[in-house]
């Protein structure tokens, strides 16, 4: 089977940086995404890891370690428009590509 | 120019009625997929299609019957509504890869 835990929520201020973790468990390894959902709203994708290490765009990095079975979403220079819910989500490519979303992340940030 | 759109954006009904939702998306991608979250929020897969073709079938009760007349389209039908099925349903499409574009739900309600 195939599980993905993260923090439940996590709060932090206008202009810090927050960290999001994920650990995985899979009968396999095919990549872990990111995805945002602001509330009453769709998820969005993010990012995507398929091997270890840094994937930077803009404010958002992604971080993964599959010998750790470990990621993590870093947002810097928190903004307001960043309070959401954050996702990982493992899959596979191809065309029966099926991602397995994580509990979710609960961000809030304040002024 | 909606990338993924369904319909109905709300949907409220009794219990034991029958009940479509219908998604179209105009990316021109070949694959879709139905996803249902639940009130924490636990988002989860239940089917893929595949150039019409169901390539997805998770553990969902036999009242729900997906279709795909066209790529472009995929349909969900669910027979004899549960309490139970009141959630968010989400159609989302992609390319077989790990970005995957959402519709903006369905949120269904059943009394």
């Known amino acids: 089977g195939q599980s993905l835990e993260q923090p439940s929520e996590v709060t932090a201020v206008e202009g810090a940086i927050v960290q999001i973790n994920c650990t995985y468990q899979?009968?396999?390894?095919?990549?872990l995404s990111w995805y945002q959902q602001h509330d009453g709203g769709a998820p969005t994708f993010l990012s995507y890891?398929?091997?270890?290490g840094l994937e930077e765009t803009g404010r958002f990095s992604s971080f993964l370690s599959r010998s750790d079975s470990y990621g993590y979403l870093l947002l810097q220079e928190l903004q307001m428009k960043d309070s959401a819910s954050y996702f990982c989500?493992?899959?596979?490519?191809?065309?029966?590509?099926?991602?397995?979303f994580g509990t979710g992340t609960l961000l809030a940030v304040q002024p | 120019d909606t990338a993924v759109s369904q319909t109905p954006k709300y949907l409220v009904t009794q219990m034991g009625n029958d009940k479509s939702i219908k998604c179209e998306q105009n990316?021109?991608?070949?694959?879709m997929y139905w996803y249902k979250q639940d009130s924490k929020k636990f988002l989860k897969i239940m089917f893929s299609?595949?150039?019409?073709?169901?390539?997805i079938n998770e553990t969902v009760p036999n009242r729900f019957s997906p279709k795909s007349p066209d790529k472009a389209h995929l349909n969900l039908h669910i027979n004899s509504l549960e309490l139970g099925d009141s959630a968010v349903y989400f159609c989302?499409?992609?390319?077989?890869?790990?970005?995957?574009?959402f519709g903006p739900g369905t949120r269904l309600t059943v009394t």
């Open positions: 990316l021109g991608h070949d694959t």
């Open positions: 890891n398929g091997l270890d």
């Open positions: 989302a499409s992609g390319t077989g890869g790990y970005e995957q574009y």
């Open positions: 299609y595949n150039n019409k073709e169901l390539i």
């Open positions: 899979t009968s396999g390894f095919y990549g």
């Open positions: 989500a493992v899959g596979r490519g191809g065309a029966t590509n099926k991602l397995i």
